[in-house]
């Protein structure tokens, strides 16, 4: 049996910024909380990597001293959110998004955090500086803390969790920890894509673990990827900085020297130009000319400065990255071909998860005790985010740790099953009693490019088909086989790459299952075999549910609270220009 028994309240898995506010809440309404970081504390997950941009309606960043419009209201960014993730959103918790923000901004004022600059709905600070703001509270009341401890699976008694199995990555020995409540915040899974714009360690095993527990995964077809990310050269694969820049505006051209965006309609044009519409579209664009062999040698489109001065382009980039070193990335060489106005190689990659594990309005799942907040979750964006995915990790962290907490106050511990906990430890085990087994990096990386092929930007039934075909056989054969070169425990990376990789298969089978079965094209989920947005049929989140090693796709009604989605069948880019004219800007919000 594993090492050692923790017990707790309530234990949140994630050590990103969703962890870190749902151990803060629930630590505050005096439950025994504890924190598990699959890295180092606050330095892992996708949190760090953050631009970050905190969103928030203008009116309540006038209050609260920043130059936000007064004219502006929560109502109108509602509406926007809901608008621009195409009604596919639940409203309720899009209605928490815009009403927890301000509460939450203040707070994290009060504890330190510092604004660099601010426009009419964002505050701008950096990841990195939120983390160390929220590892700095959560010492300083009592939240216990766990670094470099990945969670392997939950331990559920009559339909209710009553604990995890975690592995210690350090030296390889399991801990088994006994909670009355789990939040789970694990972030996306970036690391089942290549390239991916994410951090090596999100993996997805906490949402294949709450499916496999019971929990249904909701939206799993709907991936945002950004657009514009470095294809080249490798040491730059998979950098947003070459999209940053493209944002301050530039020229995207295949390998005929044209405009990707060409044919379409100027309004959807102009508003890509100015919003993060352009992850949506100009990743469609770029994907649809890649796969059209008009793309450059390694797999990508030209980005380069165009009419934008140099000077503009320089004061951007140094004010961001001093002397062009940006996160250990030297981008000096880039500099200098932005200088000349040569052109850089880029294309789209795996950026956020829309959908994830099914939450209610209070945070809850289909299992007893069992919460979940930020990227791991179905958030409050549908099937197309426009808005920042810092507010929404922070805002239901907050709500989820104290609903847990809620929760954790009034049961006791339930019954902690040894007996499969020490069945999970078997099977963890298996890979290094297998030193002639298949080596998970050996098939990890077709996995991705196929994953990012198949359920890229552009899908169609005869992809998505081959694709989970595909992965049929990896389940039944490579899966079943992994080894690792060594059974030493002490930090083993082959090993937990071996234990990793089952929980991605699982996940992008998920997704393609579900992006197969929406026969229909909305948000960023783009079917070329069904180029229209059919709002009659398909308002519904997709679902699904776990079961003997079975995924069962289903629907269910969105939930609407006040604004109610079309009922029409249009072309898809009509529907794109109807919800960009939908947004309050474009009715005098400015």
Request: charged share 25%.
């Amino acid at each position: 049996m594993a090492e050692r028994t923790i017990c707790c309240d309530v234990l949140v898995v994630g050590g990103g910024g969703a962890g870190f506010r749902a151990a803060i809440a629930a630590k505050e309404r005096g439950m025994d909380v504890l924190l598990l970081s699959k890295g180092p504390l606050a330095r892992c997950g996708a949190s760090p990597m953050a631009g970050a941009d905190f969103t928030l309606d203008g009116n309540s960043m006038n209050k609260l001293g920043f130059s936000g419009d007064p004219n502006d209201s929560m109502e109108k960014v509602f509406n926007d959110i809901v608008t621009q993730g195409f009604y596919i959103n639940n409203q309720k918790l899009v209605y928490q998004y815009v009403k927890r923000a301000p509460t939450l901004l203040k707070d994290l004022l009060d504890w330190g955090l510092e604004i660099y600059l601010n426009d009419e709905r964002f505050v701008m600070t950096s990841g990195l500086h939120i983390m160390d703001v929220l590892l700095k509270k959560a010492r300083s009341i009592g939240v216990k803390m766990f670094e470099d401890v990945m969670m392997l699976d939950l331990v559920v008694a009559d339909g209710r969790v009553t604990g995890a199995l975690g592995f210690d990555i350090r030296n390889g020995e399991f801990i088994n920890f006994h909670t009355k409540a789990v939040v789970m915040a694990t972030g996306g899974w970036h690391k089942a894509f290549w390239p991916n714009t994410g951090m090596r360690d999100l993996s997805g095993e906490g949402i294949a673990a709450a499916n496999r527990a019971g929990a249904r995964l909701g939206n799993m077809e709907f991936i945002t990827f950004c657009c514009n990310v470095f294809y080249y050269p490798p040491k730059w694969m998979g950098s947003i900085a070459a999209y940053v820049l493209s944002c301050m505006g530039g020229l995207v051209t295949n390998n005929k020297n044209e405009d990707i965006m060409k044919d379409l309609d100027p309004v959807i044009v102009k508003v890509c130009s100015s919003s993060e519409w352009n992850k949506c579209v100009v990743s469609h664009c770029s994907a649809k000319e890649i796969k059209a062999g008009n793309g450059f040698a390694h797999g990508g489109v030209h980005y380069r400065r165009g009419d934008v001065s140099w000077d503009f382009i320089k004061f951007v980039g140094e004010a961001m990255w001093p002397n062009w070193k940006y996160k250990a990335l030297d981008l000096s060489e880039f500099g200098k071909l932005l200088e000349k106005n040569e052109p850089v190689e880029v294309g789209p990659a795996v950026e956020y998860f829309d959908g994830g594990i099914l939450i209610n309005e209070r945070f809850e799942t289909d299992v007893e005790g069992l919460f979940a907040a930020g990227e791991c979750s179905t958030g409050a964006f549908g099937s197309n985010r426009v808005f920042s995915a810092i507010t929404e990790m922070l805002v239901q962290g907050l709500d989820a740790g104290e609903n847990a907490a809620v929760y954790a106050d009034k049961n006791a511990l339930g019954e902690l099953d040894n007996k499969y906990l020490l069945e999970l430890q078997k099977q963890a085990e298996i890979p290094l009693a297998n030193s002639n087994g298949i080596k998970p990096a050996l098939i990890r990386r077709e996995i991705q490019e196929k994953a990012h092929k198949y359920l890229g930007p552009i899908r169609s039934r005869e992809g998505l088909s081959d694709f989970i075909e595909y992965i049929d056989t990896i389940k039944k054969n490579e899966l079943r086989r992994l080894g690792t070169s060594s059974d030493s425990r002490l930090y083993n990376k082959e090993w937990m790459d071996a234990l990793e990789l089952p929980n991605m298969v699982q996940l992008i089978e998920t997704s393609a299952r579900c992006a197969l079965a929406r026969t229909e094209s909305r948000g960023v989920h783009y079917r070329e075999d069904y180029p229209v947005s059919n709002n009659d049929e398909w308002i519904k989140e997709s679902t699904v549910k776990y079961s003997n090693d079975v995924l069962n796709i289903g629907l269910q009604d969105v939930v609407v609270t006040s604004l109610k989605p079309p009922c029409d069948i249009i072309p898809y880019f009509d529907m794109v220009k109807n919800m960009m004219e939908l947004h309050s800007d474009t009715r005098g919000h400015h």
